[in-house]
């Protein structure tokens, strides 16, 4: 009785295990068999703490692995089972990053600087809404005030590779160039998205219009390169990210146009970071050339 079952367990450890996977908000991830999902939590079971009850809003994705089944031949997977590594769980992260700076010394200066995310993963689309709002003023006259908005749909046709469309408009008061607004489409490919980070680029034709405050609006098309990077580093104890987008416009007085935003996160707690970054906006034509940086250092709140 005791040999049988002793050759009994020896089979059970050499049947594949089932290696589901809980990717965390934080960074950590738990492996295991998931038993149980529902709206509140994630109940999982590891080999080395039994059954773990996660909640849900820590939880970044969740990945299923089933075992293998025991054939003598492996059978070709159907078409349908072929393409659901593209399908994506549901998730959605954002933030809000503010920063405010007074400054009183011979100019008194007020500057505030708001940035919202937004993230939507599900199936295969990926949707991305970014706005921000800037106003500086020195001496009690306006110097700056602008806000921006832009939503990017992204359609995955493979595990890296998607189709983008992009929508956004520019509000500026206190430049020459007084609105924006542009609409694109065009490939991407996705290099790396995993725990540590992701990096994708995509390459967009999008058409302008551009509305000025002393002479006439023009509209024309262009070639844009956008970029998404973060990477977190050292244990998860910073989080580095730039996204920005470069064009060349195919035939107009604005010949070269930049947009970039690059900075560092550091997490205080699960929900509040602080964060350091540089936001460029340069737009180039025969009118008047546009060169704005800004350097910020706020507070960033993350769900």
Do not use: C
Not at 25 to 41: I, L, Y
Not at 65 to 84: G, I, M, N, V, W
Not at 188 to 196: I, K, S, T, V
């Amino acid at each position: 009785m005791i040999k049988a079952w002793g050759v009994a367990s020896m089979v059970m450890a050499a049947l594949p295990l089932r290696a589901d996977t809980l990717w965390l908000k934080n960074g950590d991830r738990v492996t295991g068999e998931v038993v149980e999902k529902t709206a509140s939590h994630v109940r999982i079971k590891t080999d080395y703490a039994g059954e773990i009850a996660v909640a849900a809003g820590r939880v970044e994705r969740v990945a299923l692995e089933a075992p293998p089944e025991p054939e003598p031949e492996p059978k070709p997977a159907p078409a349908r089972a072929a393409t659901s590594s593209i399908d994506r769980p549901f998730t959605a992260t954002g933030g809000i990053d503010v920063a405010f700076e007074y400054e009183h010394s011979a100019a008194d200066t007020q500057e505030l600087e708001l940035d919202v995310r937004q993230r939507i993963e599900a199936g295969r689309w990926r949707h991305t809404w970014r706005a921000g709002y800037h106003r500086e003023y020195r001496d009690g006259k306006r110097r700056k005030n602008d806000w921006r908005l832009s939503y990017a749909p992204e359609r995955f046709f493979t595990s890296q590779r998607f189709w983008q469309g992009r929508v956004s408009t520019y509000r500026d008061w206190n430049e020459a160039l007084e609105r924006r607004f542009s609409l694109g489409l065009g490939p991407g490919y996705q290099l790396w998205d995993n725990e540590r980070g992701a990096f994708s680029l995509s390459a967009l034709l999008t058409r302008n219009r551009y509305e000025y405050a002393r002479r006439h609006n023009e509209t024309f098309h262009s070639g844009v390169l956008q970029w998404q990077f973060n990477r977190y580093l050292w244990n998860q104890l910073f989080e580095v990210y730039a996204n920005g987008r470069a064009g060349q416009a195919l035939s107009s007085s604005t010949s070269f146009l930049l947009a970039s935003k690059t900075g560092l996160r550091y997490p205080l707690t699960d929900w509040a970071s602080l964060q350091l970054s540089v936001e460029t906006d340069w737009v180039k034509n025969s009118v008047e050339d546009l060169n704005d940086t800004t350097y910020n250092l706020g507070l960033g709140l993350n769900w």
